[in-house]
């Protein structure tokens, strides 16, 4: 079973940037897509990128198109979040998920929390 491990979350002032790494367990596992996901206190989780691992093709959510950059590292089955000129209303917990070619999550990761304080 291939395990998805966030690191990179923490603490920010708005305006600051941080970034995330999502490393998938086994190094010979191939995603159809990696992607990011957010889930704001109170509000459901919402998608914010994803990036498709045989081509490199990416889909932003409109609210993080400009600021946040997915990346990928196949050789080491990483995906990347660079989140820059953050705001408050980016806080919450950031997830990675293998994206099937159906569209569906099959794996997701525990979660990192990023908290942007004004």
């Known amino acids: 079973q291939v395990h998805l491990v966030e690191s990179g979350g923490g603490l920010v002032q708005a305006g600051g940037s941080l970034r995330l790494s999502c490393a998938a367990s086994?190094?010979?596992?191939?995603?159809?897509?990696m992607a990011w996901f957010r889930q704001a206190p109170g509000k459901e989780r919402e998608f914010l990128a994803t990036?498709?691992?045989?081509?490199?093709?990416?889909v932003y959510d409109d609210s993080v198109k400009g600021r946040f950059t997915i990346s990928r590292d196949n050789a080491r089955n990483t995906v990347f979040l660079q989140m820059n000129s953050l705001i408050p209303g980016d806080t919450g917990v950031y997830s990675c998920?293998?994206?099937?070619?159906?569209?569906?999550?099959?794996?997701w990761g525990q979660g990192t929390q990023v908290t942007v304080s004004s």
């Open positions: 998920a293998v994206i099937s070619a159906d569209g569906n999550g099959d794996i």
């Open positions: 086994e190094r010979t596992f191939t995603p159809y897509a």
């Open positions: 990036i498709r691992w045989s081509d490199g093709g990416i």
